[in-house]
């Protein structure tokens, strides 16, 4: 099975997006070049198959081949105890953002599950591994910033202190996305945290990007900048 599913991600290959897309991320080196929803479609195919020999045995050699092992995870519907033990083989898989951050985004049967996959998410938040913060901390950005989990979500955040640049720039970009969707309750947070000056600074700053963000608040959260 995994020669044929390898022979068609070679057939999807496109090499000027393989520049453009290799050049993203630069920490590593084995990316073919297949844009990701030429992978979702052959995700989607392989769930309507045997998708479980297609986890227990896929090769791990190309990026495309990883993302594609992911995105499988996130589409198959099965029992949430099942979808947790692949997500918890998968996540030692990954080393660059794109993989974590979609293979995040793809796992929607948290929407269903909030406090059984908040009660899993646990371990990793605390974790010394870089790529096991930042799943962790985008799950919580993709899943968990409203009303019911911000202030569990804030404490969280302001425990991770790993020196990772990822991890360092999930939290920067969690923390944002806290403002951005409940800023009453983060401004409060921004006034009294301990994160590093450079995740705290980089926090302000994504919310200044943010369009959502209007101009008064903007002016505010620059003058709270460290020097």
């Not at 309507?48 to 198959?76: C, H, N, P, S």
């Not at 949430?80 to 998968?90: C, G, K, P, Q, R």
């Not at 974590?100 to 591994?129: A, H, I, M």
């Not at 870089?130 to 409203?146: A, H, P, Q, S, W």
């Amino acid at each position: 099975m995994e020669n044929t599913i390898r022979k068609q991600i070679f057939e999807l290959i496109d090499s000027d997006y393989q520049k453009f897309s290799a050049a993203l991320i630069p920490n590593i080196n084995n990316v073919l070049g297949v844009r990701l929803p030429e992978l979702r479609k052959l995700a989607k195919k392989i769930t309507k198959g045997d998708w479980r020999t297609y986890l227990e045995t896929a090769e791990d050699g190309y990026f495309e081949e990883i993302m594609l092992q992911g995105m499988v995870i996130g589409y198959v519907k099965t029992d949430i105890e099942d979808s947790l033990a692949y997500v918890a083989a998968f996540v030692p898989k990954i080393d660059n953002w794109s993989v974590c951050d979609s293979f995040c985004t793809g796992l929607k049967f948290t929407k269903d599950n909030k406090e059984r996959v908040w009660e899993f998410l646990q371990p990793y938040l605390s974790s010394e591994k870089e790529y096991d913060i930042r799943f962790g901390v985008v799950m919580l950005l993709d899943f968990y910033i409203e009303t019911e989990y911000i202030d569990r979500v804030l404490k969280l955040l302001d425990r991770v202190k790993h020196e990772g640049f990822y991890a360092k720039m999930a939290v920067a970009w969690a923390v944002s996305i806290c403002y951005v969707k409940i800023p009453d309750i983060t401004i409060e947070y921004l006034r009294n945290n301990t994160l590093d000056d450079f995740t705290y600074n980089k926090a302000l700053q994504k919310i200044t990007e943010s369009y959502r963000v209007d101009k008064e608040n903007k002016n505010l959260i620059r003058s709270m900048k460290r020097r």
